[in-house]
Every structure is written in C-alpha cells, then in structure tokens.
C-alpha cells in the first residue's frame, strides 16, 4: 500500500474514533464502515489498519446496544470475512498493546452476554479481566483499573445474578482486595478508548492475514 494512502487512511481512522470519544456512535460507526470498504477497494489488506477498524466497529456496536452485530463481527471467520482478518489481527499483535486491552474488555462483556455455559462463560470473563487489571498495571494505565472491576464484577452478575459461586468470584475478590484493599463501588460499564493509528515498534505485518482474500463481507444479523 502506498505510504500516501496508508496514511490517509490512518487520519481517517483517528477522525472515526473522535468521533467514538465524543460518543456521536452512529457517526463514528458510519465512517468506520467506508474506511472499510475503502481499504479493501484498495486491493491491500493491511491488517493493521483492519484490525483497528474491526475494533472501532466493536466499540460502536456495543454502545449503541447493537449486540447482534457485535457478536457477528467478534465471531467471523477469517476465510470468509474482512471482520474476521481484524479479529485474527486483533488477537495476533497487530495492534498495540493498549487495543489489545480493549478488545479483551469488549471479549469479556460479550462472553457475559452471550453465556449458554454459566461456568465456561464465567471462566472466560474471569481470564479475559484477570489479564486486563495485569496490562494495565504493566502499562501503567492505572485510571482503567476501577472500571475494569466494576465492569468485571457486572458481568458475573450477568452470568449468575447477585448470588456468585466462591470459585467463581475468588479471582475478582482477591484481584479488588490487591488493587484497592476494599470492595468498590460499580461504575457504568466503560471500555478504554482506542489507541492512536500508530502501528506498535513490535509491528510485522502477518502474511496469512495479508494473503487471506475474504470472499464476501458477512451480513449482520
């Protein structure tokens, strides 16, 4: 891909996810699906630039309620689908760190949402935030750490209502106890903004990923 273009492609990106932070969703999720099919026009799948995209639509559809859409996306295959290179992207370092932390914190609230095994669904949580609250210490993104357990704690509540299992709330308690040697109060549930489009020092672009030629964009439900 041409430096030119990636790059225009980058600003557009940036102006999609002001439009995320100044919660206009609709907008950003509009401009986030051009950016799309623009990139893909482009002939080159670059899997930096679809993996932030994939994230940006994520974020959208799950503050706009838009939880089908959202399921479709974080589910799709990479053989059949663009959504599918952004999410193989998006679990295979394609972005930085910091995104990586915000899509485990999507990861988490979709699997609360989406439980037919209230035990599976729960481990999944509880392995997806344990990891987030270890990131955002090592990044040093400590302003995150609140609302990473209150989010945390909302969604076993999702999965089993007020009454939790011991062994499934002992990950969060001592996690809580650790951070803040009390029991806090729940916030609204949050996710971090995305980071900007910069790809991150450890970079190398995948060659499955660039290679991979979806066959058609999967619908939403």
């Not at 972005?95 to 037919?116: K, P």
């Not at 729960?122 to 302003?143: D, F, H, I, P």
Request: glycine share 4%; proline share 3%.
């Amino acid at each position: 891909m041409a430096d030119k273009q990636y790059k225009e492609f980058c600003v557009t990106g940036m102006k999609a996810d002001a439009l995320y932070n100044d919660s206009r969703y609709r907008e950003a999720q509009a401009m986030y699906q051009r950016l799309l099919r623009d990139v893909e026009r482009s002939g080159n799948l670059d899997s930096f630039l679809v993996s932030k995209i994939t994230l940006g639509l994520l974020l959208t559809h799950v503050r706009m309620g838009q939880f089908q859409e959202a399921v479709a996306i974080w589910t799709a295959n990479l053989d059949e689908s663009l959504y599918g290179i952004g999410i193989y992207g998006l679990e295979h370092a394609q972005c930085s760190v910091h995104d990586l932390i915000c899509y485990d914190f999507v990861c988490a609230y979709l699997h609360s949402l989406t439980a037919s095994d209230k035990q599976e669904a729960a481990k999944a949580v509880n392995q997806y935030m344990s990891r987030v609250c270890e990131q955002l210490q090592e990044t040093g993104e400590t302003e995150y750490l609140k609302t990473a357990v209150s989010n945390w704690k909302q969604h076993l509540n999702e999965i089993f209502g007020s009454r939790l299992p011991m062994d499934v709330a002992s990950s969060l308690i001592e996690t809580e106890r650790a951070l803040f040697g009390e029991s806090t109060k729940h916030q609204p549930i949050g996710f971090p903004v995305p980071s900007d489009w910069d790809r991150p020092a450890h970079f190398q672009e995948m060659s499955r990923v660039v290679a991979a030629t979806p066959k058609k964009q999967k619908k939403k439900a």
